[in-house]
């Protein structure tokens, strides 16, 4: 079973520097106090922090994964969020020390495509760079970026994709915060043609894509949202029971907790870790009701019978489930 932030084993890496790469959005380097190697990563991968109020947070590396000597995410400072993004930007300086995990991944490149097409919006840029500048290194599989964001001012990377090596692979679009200037993305999406979709950013363009892509084979699509469970949430949310279908243990789901929470609660362990229904890791046999699908992994076909407790809930006032052994 993945661990929760609370549980992930961590270690000291000090901060070597930390500086604003766009509007509200701030590059953190991390490196061993000693110089050592650090734990190698994959593309995609991500870091749970300690951040200086407490909090763990997790961050995408967006540097090459083949840097062994630091570990590179880009923050954006979230001031509405609940203090997290503020806390690491606003009360750590180079020299300070953090701890940090070291990296897993949820997102990554898997298959053997075509070609590869990246969509990111705003700050869901960070995992996509270490993706890019793999497959840039390692002389791999074609690809092409769309770049989604408000403004120039606050796009991070902008001038390195602006570049000429990245002429013809990245396109970079601003809608000024009007949703008629959105990024007409039918055009890239109707036909598959042997590639692969990784798309990271709002839950808003996740789910836009996630409905443009339903003629697409599920494995070829994939998202990440940081694990930001809450943006699934719904203010008219209502408890619920889930029972489970070897023992009819009824097991209650209040609003505002989710059915993996809740079967934690009653003692119950789940696989699961990105807890924002984009990595699969808590499917869950659905044996009868009806369910309100959050995700953005199965699909319709699979939400028959298939449910992803982290996120999802119920639209019956009973969902019966049967939990793997």
């Known amino acids: 079973m993945a661990s929760t932030p609370a549980e992930v084993p961590m270690s000291a890496l000090e901060v070597t520097a930390l500086d604003m790469i766009a509007e509200g959005i701030y590059r953190i380097e991390l490196a061993h106090p000693d110089g050592h190697e650090l734990a190698e990563f994959t593309p995609g991968a991500h870091l749970h922090i300690r951040v200086p109020n407490g909090q763990v947070r997790r961050y995408s590396l967006c540097n090459d994964p083949e840097e062994r000597h630091r570990y590179v995410i880009a923050v954006k400072r979230e001031e509405a969020g609940t203090g997290g993004s503020k806390s690491l930007i606003d009360e750590t300086q180079a020299g300070d020390r953090l701890q940090v995990s070291d990296p897993h991944n949820d997102f990554e490149l898997k298959g053997n495509p075509a070609r590869y ?11 996509i760079m270490a993706m890019i500048r793999h497959l840039r290194a390692t002389g791999g599989k074609p690809f092409k970026l769309y770049y989604l964001t408000r403004d120039a001012a606050q796009t991070a990377f902008l001038e390195e994709l602006s570049g000429p090596e990245y002429r013809g692979k990245v396109i970079i679009h601003h809608d000024q915060g009007d949703p008629d200037n959105a990024y007409d993305l039918w055009p890239v999406l109707e036909q598959p043609k042997g590639a692969h979709v990784y798309c990271c950013g709002p839950r808003g363009l996740m789910e836009a894509v996630r409905d443009m892509t339903g003629h697409w084979s599920s494995s070829s699509v994939r998202f ?20 489970l279908a070897k023992t009819g243990e009824a097991v209650p789901v209040p609003a505002g907790v989710s059915i993996l929470e809740a079967l934690r609660a009653n003692g119950h362990h789940v696989p699961y870790s990105c807890e924002s229904g984009t990595c699969g890791s808590c499917r869950t046999r659905l044996v009868e009701g009806e369910a309100d699908h959050r995700d953005l992994v199965l699909s319709e076909a699979e939400h028959q019978d298939n449910i992803m407790v982290c996120v999802s809930r119920a639209i019956s006032e009973e969902l019966i489930i049967d939990l793997p052994e």
């Open 117 to 127: 097409v990246f969509i990111a919006g705003g700050i869901g840029i960070t995992p």
């Open 224 to 243: 990440e949202d940081f694990g930001t469970r809450k943006s699934a949430s719904k203010e008219d949310d209502k408890p619920f029971t889930v029972r």
